[in-house]
């Protein structure tokens, strides 16, 4: 089973950056497409990020050419740089599974980590 673990949100005012973690425990991790979804109060998790295990990467289009996720195999952990950021992108960011990256088609691994918060405001 994979465990994961979130880390690196926190306050940031419009048009900051932050950059979040996610640490993965277990064999799945390198053969896993991997993405970042958020939820929003009173929202779905959505897919915002997904990348291959080869690298490629697909973004949904709110986020397109402000985020940028990338992934280290040898350390087992994805990372989302998130750049410009806006208050509407305030949510709790999760890491997990993909099913498809050129689709953007959500997936997990059976289980959730506990997500890291991301507020955006003056």
């Known amino acids: 089973q994979v465990q994961l673990v979130e880390s690196g949100g926190g306050l940031v005012q419009p048009g900051g950056s932050l950059r979040l973690s996610c640490a993965a425990s277990g064999n799945m991790f390198r053969s896993s497409a991997m993405g970042w979804y958020r939820q929003a109060p009173g929202k779905q998790r959505e897919l915002v990020a997904g990348?291959?295990?080869?690298?490629?990467?697909n973004y949904v289009g709110s986020v397109k050419g402000r985020f940028t996720i990338s992934r280290d195999n040898a350390k087992n952990t994805v990372y989302l740089q998130m750049n410009s950021l806006k208050p509407e992108d305030t949510a709790v960011y999760y890491c997990?599974?993909?099913?498809?990256?050129?689709?953007?088609?959500?997936?997990?691994?059976?289980?959730w980590g506990q997500g890291t918060q991301v507020t955006v405001s003056s």
């Open positions: 990348i291959t295990r080869g690298g490629s990467t």
């Open positions: 997990n599974a993909v099913n498809s990256v050129s689709t953007m088609k959500p997936g997990d691994f059976g289980s």
